[in-house]
């Protein structure tokens, strides 16, 4: 699953390489992408990279090579490519991770509680979090935290396997706006991309730490990052 910008780039490259088989420069993907830095495309490209949508050719300059595209790509009714330059419309519900979670109260440790089930979350790259309110998933009462509001994610990526979460795990959230140093959260990214990593402040700056080590820590400014949570729970299918 990919956020928005990332679909849109992906488009965009693939439509360039069945053109004229030379895939864009930065510069055009910025243009077209509207994007004002070719940081972010560089962001993009490694996403779409590590999640094995395009392939780096090696020893030759803009060398990149579509490897799939997603499913929704394929079926004209849900999903349009978008016009260079123009806006992409997901075929997905994305979140709105601005405003408060509902979740449930606590109740006995004998029983289940039935949580709000969000979606998917990267655990690698971040991705735009879906969020049907139509699913919930019951969770024992002894795995929440007081009488905190609680929702429940599945993680998509293998960027926190070292801290035991694995893609397919249901993560148990914490709904809260802060977090010590070292504890797992749902980070919201540029008030547009949700990730699940550690995080740690030092100075102005907050980091993103994954739990793998083919994952780059990823450095960002103060006002780039939301705590939406902290992990409390994770619950595994065999």
Do not use: W
């Not at 024992?140 to 509001?149: D, V």
Request: aromatic fraction near 6%; hydrophobic fraction near 40%.
């Amino acid at each position: 699953m990919l956020t928005k910008k990332q679909h849109e780039l992906l488009v965009f490259i693939n439509e360039r390489l069945a053109e004229s088989g030379v895939s864009p420069s930065f510069e055009e993907m910025k243009e077209a992408l509207n994007l004002k830095s070719k940081s972010g495309i560089h962001r993009l490209i490694s996403g779409l990279e590590e999640r094995g949508f395009i392939r780096r050719l090696a020893h030759r300059a803009r060398a990149l090579e579509v490897v799939k595209l997603p499913d929704a790509f394929a079926a004209p009714a849900q999903a349009k490519p978008p016009e260079r330059g123009g806006k992409f419309s997901p075929t997905v519900i994305r979140g709105d991770f601005k405003s408060a979670f509902p979740g449930a109260p606590m109740g006995s440790e004998a029983e289940a509680v039935q949580l709000p089930l969000y979606g998917r979350i990267a655990a690698g790259t971040p991705i735009a979090a879906l969020r049907d309110t139509s699913s919930s998933i019951g969770i024992p009462a002894s795995m929440l935290t007081g009488s905190a509001e609680h929702y429940a994610l599945e993680v998509a990526g293998d960027s926190m396997i070292e801290a035991g979460v694995f893609d397919g795990d249901t993560v148990i959230i914490q709904r809260c706006d802060t977090a010590d140093n070292g504890t797992i959260v749902v980070a919201l990214v540029d008030d547009e991309e949700v990730t699940l990593k550690r995080i740690r402040r030092k100075g102005a700056s907050i980091a993103l730490e994954p739990a793998n080590k083919t994952y780059e820590t990823r450095i960002f400014g103060p006002d780039r990052v939301k705590v939406q949570g902290r992990l409390v729970g994770l619950m595994r299918r065999y």
